[in-house]
């Protein structure tokens, strides 16, 4: 079936599902494939659940009533149909992406647009290309704008991504050290992240929004429209840390602004001034108030494992769990080494997906925990089992919550982090 025909059928079922768990009455059901699933043995129950239609790839789970749809491809079809009804919706698309602070970035520039305009954006980390068209076909008239984000492991990804999603609009929060397994290496990753301006340059009236700090990026922006932010005077928006202890506070103002804005947020750590400093050039670039957009900073919350501070009877948490990369856990130890407090803990996982870079990746991290003198160290994983090192270690989550329990920590401020597969917000819950 030709996509314009199937779109015809999607307006007048414009919910979407790929799990029979999921099924709306009235949606359709569209039959993906994964390593241990094959979403077309699904198809029958998808439409005894209530589905109008099911769209499958395997001529033997298509049958004569009418409401199964036989496609060469189901996750080609489903990107394809994405694109169709975003080009048809028309509205202004920004395309978010780079290693780390994606998804805060993402979080705090939704809050911003939000208080103005109806807003469309990713939810959790649906950022790759199942994630991202089911986005897209979110998508709605009433909707004036969409945030997409998008996530790469592969060389090819973001190139993928941004040809569904056509943003008109585009920011690389940052280049670093992550799946370095799928990439290769550190200059596949900035290749990879620069296919966002790549596409940008494709588009007319395109802006992307680039760190001043960022020589990387800079380079990678060049002959694009660009609105810089950063701790530079005379930018587009120039701001500061005031302070971050423990939550981060700064104050910032647009070009030609006489007088600072403050604000103080709810997350953790400095390196998070750059995530907020982009929020802030999107805000103001989409004609947000400067008090809006300090309002809405100073309101937003972190409830995805990123950055968070909990205090417990016993502990102060600072959960940064959700994922983990040399440059992401170098940067959340500094921070933690400038608190001031009498007593704290690291808690760290294994970064995982490093290829033949992670034992090299792991004993650096080690190497400056010696530096941190911290009073106790807990390294969970086996690769930072492998390292040379005299912290305690354990070979996973559920081992050292065993321990915690018979000596549970109090009085501490503990660091959490480690990448989303080794469970650390386990600990973090545990606690």
Not at 36 to 62: R, W
Not at 233 to 254: D, F, Q, R
Not at 420 to 428: D, V
Request: charged share 20%; net charge neutral.
């Amino acid at each position: 079936m030709e996509i314009k025909e199937l779109y015809k059928r999607f307006l007048k079922h414009p919910a979407i599902t790929t799990d029979t768990r999921n099924c709306l009455p009235g949606s359709i059901f569209i039959a993906l494939k994964g390593n241990t699933f094959n979403g077309n043995a699904f198809a029958q129950q998808a439409l005894e659940k209530g589905c109008a239609y099911a769209i499958v790839d395997e001529p033997q789970h298509a049958d004569s009533s009418g409401k199964t749809i036989l496609v060469e491809n189901c996750l080609k079809t489903l990107q394809q149909l994405a694109n169709y009804h975003r080009r048809q919706m028309n509205v202004p698309v920004i395309g978010i992406t780079g290693t780390n602070g994606k998804t805060t970035t993402k979080e705090l520039t939704a809050a911003v647009l939000s208080t103005r305009y109806n807003l469309l954006y990713t939810q959790g980390n649906l950022n790759n290309h199942i994630g991202v068209p089911l986005t897209l076909l979110r998508l709605n008239p009433a909707h004036e704008m969409a945030i997409i984000e998008m996530g790469a492991s592969h060389p090819g990804d973001i190139k993928e991504l941004a040809e569904i999603a056509e943003p008109d609009y585009g920011i690389i929060t940052n280049v670093g050290k992550a799946h370095l397994e799928g990439f290769g290496s550190f200059e596949n990753v900035v290749r990879t992240k620069g296919e966002l301006y790549d596409f940008l340059r494709t588009r007319k009236h395109a802006t992307a929004f680039v760190c001043n700090e960022n020589a990387v990026l800079l380079k990678a922006a060049k002959g694009l429209h660009t609105a810089r932010y950063g701790q530079t005077k005379g930018l587009y928006v120039e701001g500061h840390m005031t302070n971050c202890s423990p939550c981060l506070c700064l104050e910032w103002k647009h070009e030609g602004e006489s007088s600072y804005h403050p604000v103080q947020t709810n997350l953790i750590g400095s390196y998070n001034l750059e995530n907020v400093l982009a929020a802030i050039a999107i805000g103001t670039y989409f004609n947000i108030t400067p008090d809006a957009i300090s309002r809405a900073l100073t309101g937003y919350v972190p409830q995805n494992n990123r950055s968070q501070l909990k205090n417990t009877n016993r502990n102060q948490l600072i959960i940064d769990a959700y994922n983990a990369n040399p440059t992401s856990m170098m940067a959340a130890l500094q921070n933690f080494r400038h608190i001031a407090a009498e007593h704290k803990m690291a808690i760290l996982g294994d970064m995982k997906e490093l290829g033949a870079d992670s034992q090299t990746e792991h004993q650096k991290i080690v190497d400056y925990l010696v530096e941190c003198h911290f009073e106790k160290t807990i390294l969970v994983g086996d690769q930072f089992q492998s390292t040379t090192s005299s912290f305690n270690t354990f070979p996973d989550t559920s081992a050292l919550i065993q321990e915690l329990k018979k000596n549970a920590p109090k009085g501490y401020w503990i660091l959490i982090k480690g990448s989303n597969s080794m469970k650390m917000a386990q600990i973090a819950d545990y606690l």
